[in-house]
């Protein structure tokens, strides 16, 4: 069964920059359109960042020029650089296949406060 380790969250301030990751164990990301999600409590998983297999990207307006979504096939790990974080960016973040996903993880809690 295939399993996602979403790592790197934590506390940071509004302006402040965190970089995630994650690891996926028994599949080949390099065959796959790949994401990060987010979901802040009481609303519904929303995708932020993908990226295909040829390393085409796309983003959600509200990570434009603020989130870059990278991944190194090599380590099976899909990165998610965040900068100029804000409040609302405060959400659980998972990553998974854009299509017929795969068992969630458990994803890594970002909260952005002063």
């Known amino acids: 069964q295939v399993q996602l380790v979403e790592s790197g969250g934590g506390l940071v301030e509004p302006g402040g920059s965190l970089r995630l990751s994650c690891v996926v164990s028994?599949?080949?990301?390099?065959?796959?359109?790949m994401g990060w999600y987010r979901q802040a409590p009481g609303k519904q998983r929303e995708l932020v960042a993908s990226i295909t297999p040829s390393y085409k990207t796309n983003y959600a307006d509200a990570a434009k020029d603020r989130f870059t979504i990278s991944k190194d096939n090599a380590k099976n790990t899909v990165y998610l650089y965040m900068n100029s974080l804000k409040p609302e960016d405060t959400a659980t973040y998972y990553c998974?296949?854009?299509?017929?996903?795969?068992?969630w993880g458990q994803g890594t809690q970002v909260t952005v406060s002063s």
């Open positions: 998974n296949r854009i299509s017929n996903s795969w068992l």
């Open positions: 028994k599949s080949t990301i390099g065959f796959y359109d």
